[in-house]
């Protein structure tokens, strides 16, 4: 068993509230990076992919820092999706994606095996880099 966050969503996004969260999501990654967090392709390895319809990364495989990929795409048959990050450096990206989303697609419902505390370095991320994220809440 390892630490994962979880979140439910409708099956299509609106493209204009996607192509917002994308915009966001080309911050929170590059923040991650600069702060030396290693974000890597849905694999581990490569580029991440972030696209207009499409927003997937992993940890770096090389370092040993990946786990399961972070995976959240404009359309999806799937209401429920999870990704399991076992604390490895790339959960900062995940949960900043996650209070991202949350701001921007507000149907979305973000649950963690993490406090709420666990989410403050995600908070103060987004608020730096988004202006927004300081009263992100996990949903009950």
Known sequence: MG???YWDRPPS?????YGHMITDAQRILAACVAQGIAVAGWDGTG???CTP????FNG???AGEHDETFR???ESPDPFSCCKTGHRPYDLAVTA???AIKHHIPEVHVHSDGTSSDWDAARNLCQAVCGYG???ALDS
């Not at 319809?53 to 997937?56: G, I, K, M, W």
């Open 3 to 5: 630490y994962t966050h």
């Open 134 to 136: 300081a009263d992100f």
């Open 60 to 62: 770096n495989r090389e």
């Open 47 to 49: 580029s991440l992919t």
């Open 72 to 74: 959240f795409d404009r």
């Open 97 to 99: 994606m996650l209070v």
């Open 53 to 56: 319809d499409e927003l997937a």
């Open 13 to 17: 996004i609106d493209p204009v509230a």
